[in-house]
């Protein structure tokens, strides 16, 4: 049986992808500097540790079969914070377990290595990366396509995760939806660009399922593609919030939209049973609309502003 290191496992990520592992009773253990969480409560095993400690990873990897490989400083704005840093831990981190693991990794890319493109992208595609995260993750990669590994592109995750994880208001889906019920209106600015969107839960699906199946190499992984004027469409309908649209290019230039034909033919997700943007509009309704969560604009929800200010308190090392 697998055993499996969970690298990052405390955040919006993991707590998906253990909530799973859990589930299926696969042994394993999340390694998390909780660089992005306050406290850690979910009740499994746990060592607290930062990427850059090779010795103190060296140690431990000798006894897991597999590594999922989810610690990354995520997000354009929040990789610039620390350029330095975000090289670091984004990509010389991973290039140490390619040289120093040797068993089965699972990595989490992104469909942002694309940048802007017409038509539908395949994983062989040219790729225009216009942020520090999305070069520091293509050139990680290329550190991984000789071992046994399996990367994952990932589309803009949406959704709620799990009980414990710190739930990401700096998403797409999840920011739109959350400013329709707090501010009743949604401003959209241009709306032609196109996102590859996935839930949270899906792409840890995908991650669980394939641990041990024989497939390597890159894989887009997105359940839809949809222009953000359409996004915003959907999020209307089931909130009752106006619409404004703007005549203005949003700051992020991206624009892109991916095939998963390889992963579908390939068996890595079935199309059949992925959660919709609607599952996700009503996982943040629940959670906003509700009163679960009380400010939704806290610096804690959003990945530039809380590295940000770690960055400014002296706390960023």
Not at 171 to 176: E, F, G, K, Q, R
Not at 199 to 225: M, T, W
């Amino acid at each position: 049986m697998a055993k499996v290191l969970v690298v990052g496992g405390a955040g919006y990520l993991g707590g998906a992808v253990t909530e799973l592992l859990a589930a299926k009773n696969v042994p394993f253990t999340v390694y998390d500097s909780l660089i992005y969480e306050a406290h850690y409560l979910k009740k499994v095993d746990f060592v607290r540790g930062d990427v850059r400690d090779e010795a103190k990873l060296g140690s431990l990897l000798p006894a897991y079969s597999h590594v999922v490989w989810l610690a990354a400083l995520v997000g354009d704005g929040a990789c610039e914070v620390n350029p330095a840093l975000t090289t670091r831990v984004n990509q010389e981190a991973v290039k140490w377990l390619a040289d120093n693991f040797y068993g089965r990794i699972v990595f989490t890319s992104t469909c942002s290595v694309y940048g802007i493109h017409d038509g539908q992208l395949e994983e062989d595609a040219p790729v225009l990366p216009l942020s520090l995260y999305a070069k520091t993750k293509l050139q990680a990669e290329s550190y991984l396509k000789a071992e046994n590994s399996l990367i994952f592109r990932l589309g803009t995750a949406f959704g709620v995760s799990d009980t414990y994880s710190r739930p990401r208001m700096d998403l797409a889906v999840n920011y739109m939806t959350a400013n329709a019920l707090t501010k009743g209106e949604l401003a959209v600015y241009g709306g032609a660009q196109w996102r590859p969107l996935i839930h949270v839960k899906d792409i840890a699906q995908a991650i669980v399922d394939n641990l041990e199946r024989p497939v390597r190499g890159v894989y887009n992984l997105a359940s839809v593609n949809l222009q953000i004027k359409e996004l915003a469409a959907i999020i209307s309908a089931m909130t009752g919030c106006k619409i404004r649209y703007v005549d203005q290019k949003f700051q992020d230039q991206r624009d892109y939209h991916v095939s998963v034909a390889k992963a579908l033919r390939d068996g890595l997700f079935n199309s059949h049973t992925q959660r919709t943007i609607e599952d996700g509009v009503r996982d943040i309704i629940e959670l906003v609309g509700w009163g679960r969560l009380k400010q939704t604009e806290n610096d804690v929800y959003f990945n530039v502003r809380h590295i940000g200010n770690l960055q400014t308190h002296g706390q960023l090392a």
